[in-house]
């Protein structure tokens, strides 16, 4: 099955600066990239995704690339704010094949003010 | 509010008991999964419903049983609880050929004494 890696684990970032977290991929049919957020207490909420016929998608200070040769993708958030303090997960999926998720494990972003 | 609901949020329980956590969603997604995260944060998929049939079987201990009465539910009922079934869980749910992510619930945090 797919195996999903994602790094770091932890980051710390001054206000205003970006951040960027990172992930691999072994399956080459994986074809949907989502980057859920989850804030404490909470579930994790889709915050952008990328379908493998795009190289990059963004969303206001939110951007993610993907490279399906070396099979990996990131996560860029640029003039972060400490409300981006949260838990992100990559994950990746195969279409058409019961849109199971393979999640990473997770990086704690803290935006010190 | 359209959304993935869990009950309870918090449940505290003995070793030994036996106890449900409920899930529903009205998004009139035909798919429905539980996940385990533990203290680490890792996301583990248990179990995947489509249309009230299980897909998604994970290694799970037969402790452990899903059960979908339509679609718009899926419970977990845990046996014999032990203290390594602490944990977050959660419930989502989406289109099983969707180009979209899963909704999840906002977590039911188990806690065995």
């Known amino acids: 099955g797919e195996n999903v890696e994602q790094h770091p684990s932890t980051l710390s970032v001054q206000e205003g600066d970006s951040a960027v977290i990172k992930c691999t991929y072994s399956?080459?049919?994986?074809?949907?990239f989502p980057w859920y957020k989850q804030e404490l207490g909470k579930g994790p909420q889709l915050i952008i995704d990328i379908r493998s016929n795009v190289g990059e998608k963004k969303d206001q200070r939110i951007a993610v690339t993907l490279n399906k040769t070396a099979k990996h993708f990131s996560l860029h958030i640029t003039e972060t704010q400490p409300e981006d303090s949260a838990v992100y997960f990559c994950?990746?999926?195969?279409?058409?094949?019961?849109?199971?998720?393979?999640f990473g494990t997770g990086t704690s972003l803290t935006v010190i003010p | 509010d359209t959304a993935v609901s869990q009950t309870p949020k918090y449940l505290v329980t003995q070793m030994g008991n036996d106890k449900s956590i409920k899930c529903e969603q009205n998004?009139?997604?035909?798919?429905m999964y539980w996940y385990k995260q533990d203290s680490k944060k890792f996301l583990k998929i248990m179990f995947s419903y489509n249309n009230k049939e299980l897909i998604i079987n994970e290694t799970v201990p037969n402790r452990f049983s899903p059960k979908s009465p339509d679609k718009a539910h899926l419970n977990l009922h845990i046996n014999s609880l032990e203290l390594g079934d602490s944990a977050v869980y959660f419930c989502?749910?989406?289109?099983?050929?969707?180009?979209?992510?899963?909704?999840f619930g906002s977590g039911t945090r188990l806690t065995v004494v």
């Open positions: 989502a749910s989406s289109h099983r050929d969707s180009v979209y992510g899963y909704t």
């Open positions: 994950a990746a999926s195969i279409r058409n094949t019961g849109n199971q998720f393979y």
């Open positions: 399956d080459s049919a994986s074809n949907y």
């Open positions: 998004l009139g997604h035909d798919t």
